[in-house]
């Protein structure tokens, strides 16, 4: 089974649209889970998750804890071996879970398989093809769960770039293998967490030092 699991904070305008296209995957419905985990939004994403209770697994968190906790939050709650992130400002194309639980199954060898993604605008216009390997994001990468806790989960320290923390533990023991097809969308906004400035040197500073 894949677990995808959606991490919101304050994003009600975006998160409906990244639930249905979970909903919509040809994947058949029993091999994978929906699980939104909802950062102790502000905004009305509580009162729109709740039109999905019946078909989503939905954790409306009390308190803030940031991307990183709210992400393990959801691992840890996870059913499948599988693990999947989706933000809440994107959404994936409808074959993403079929194309990627079955490279992993079909190929043991393999720890992690992410695709290529487009940036899309907010009225989702595709604006560039974009390789993944190349450019890596945290979203769209299908991880096997217990490697997953072998390495840590993510390190709720980190406020921002903690994709970039996972990921350089990860390659210390594991790889990634990137499909050429982008079946993942990265929205492009006004809010993007990579905006804030200084979340991200600060965030960059705690790297540094952790890795140096």
Same mark, same amino acid.
């Given at each position: 089974?894949?677990?995808l699991?959606?991490t919101?904070?304050?994003y009600?305008?975006?998160?409906?649209?990244?639930?249905?296209?979970?909903?919509d995957?040809?994947?058949?419905?029993?091999?994978?889970?929906?699980?939104?985990?909802?950062?102790?939004?502000?905004?009305?994403?509580?009162?729109?998750?709740?039109?999905?209770?019946?078909?989503?697994?939905?954790?409306?968190?009390?308190?803030?804890?940031?991307?990183?906790?709210?992400?393990?939050?959801g691992?840890?709650?996870?059913?499948?071996?599988?693990?999947v992130?989706?933000?809440?400002d994107?959404?994936?194309?409808?074959?993403?879970?079929?194309?990627? &639980?079955? #490279? =992993?199954?079909?190929?043991?060898?393999? +720890?992690?398989?992410?695709?290529?993604?487009?940036?899309? @605008?907010? /009225?989702?216009?595709?604006?560039?093809?974009?390789?993944a390997?190349?450019?890596?994001?945290?979203?769209?990468?299908?991880?096997? &769960?217990? #490697? =997953?806790?072998?390495?840590?989960?993510? +390190?709720?320290?980190?406020r921002?770039?903690?994709?970039? @923390?996972? /990921?350089?533990?990860?390659?210390?023991k594991?790889?990634i293998?990137?499909?050429?097809l982008p079946?993942?969308?990265?929205?492009?906004?006004?809010?993007?967490?990579?905006?804030?400035q200084l979340?991200?040197d600060q965030?960059?500073?705690?790297?540094?030092?952790?890795h140096?």
């Amino acid at each position: 089974m894949v677990s995808l699991i959606i991490t919101t904070y304050n994003y009600a305008q975006f998160v409906e649209r990244a639930i249905r296209s979970g909903l919509d995957q040809s994947l058949s419905r029993d091999q994978y889970e929906i699980i939104v985990v909802n950062d102790a939004s502000t905004d009305l994403t509580e009162q729109v998750l709740a039109n999905y209770e019946e078909e989503v697994r939905i954790f409306n968190l009390t308190e803030n804890v940031g991307l990183a906790a709210a992400r393990n939050f959801g691992i840890r709650k996870a059913r499948g071996q599988f693990i999947v992130f989706l933000d809440a400002d994107d959404y994936i194309h409808r074959d993403l879970l079929r194309v990627e &639980k079955l #490279f =992993l199954e079909e190929n043991n060898t393999l +720890d992690a398989v992410s695709t290529d993604y487009y940036l899309v @605008d907010e /009225r989702g216009k595709h604006l560039q093809h974009v390789n993944a390997e190349q450019e890596p994001i945290a979203c769209g990468v299908m991880f096997r &769960k217990d #490697f =997953l806790f072998n390495i840590g989960l993510y +390190d709720e320290k980190f406020r921002a770039r903690e994709e970039e @923390d996972l /990921r350089i533990r990860w390659t210390h023991k594991y790889s990634i293998y990137n499909i050429i097809l982008p079946l993942y969308r990265y929205r492009m906004h006004d809010l993007n967490l990579t905006k804030d400035q200084l979340a991200m040197d600060q965030g960059a500073e705690r790297l540094k030092n952790k890795h140096k």
